[in-house]
């Protein structure tokens, strides 16, 4: 991870986002029929609200299986899996004020909590 901050490549702001549960994550995917039928996409955004900065990743795969709901599910599936590296590559306890991370995304309007054990639970957000 790059960017500016300190620590481990520059990751310390996120780092700290996370143990403090200041960072909100966003993941959506994408998908166009007519001009790419095979490439599922995704993209994610962490920002800390403290720190005032984000991560921006962006990537795709090319599948017989692509669609919009396969892209969603690879944004929140890496988002879970970078989360993850990055309390076990840092230490941060998950038991600590590491408490929850918010994931929004517009598939089938949940709200996925990343807590403690780093277990999903959804919830069905009021619409």
């Not at 001009?35 to 900065?53: F, R």
């Not at 890496?78 to 998950?94: F, G, H, N, T």
Request: aromatic content about 6%; overall charge positive.
């Amino acid at each position: 991870m790059g960017g500016n901050g300190g620590g481990k490549s520059g990751s310390a702001w996120l780092v700290e986002g996370i143990r403090n549960g200041t960072v909100v994550a966003v993941a959506d995917g994408s998908y166009d029929r007519k001009t790419a039928p095979d490439v599922s996409g995704a993209g994610l955004v962490l920002c800390c609200t403290n720190a005032e900065k984000m991560l921006r990743v962006r990537f795709f795969e090319r599948s017989r299986s692509a669609s919009s709901y396969r892209g969603e599910l690879l944004g929140l599936v890496a988002l879970r899996l970078l989360l993850l590296a990055m309390c076990q590559s840092y230490e941060i306890s998950l038991s600590s004020k590491l408490a929850t991370v918010v994931v929004v995304s517009r598939l089938e309007h949940l709200r996925l909590t990343f807590s403690g054990s780093f277990g999903l639970s959804l919830l069905t957000m009021p619409t």
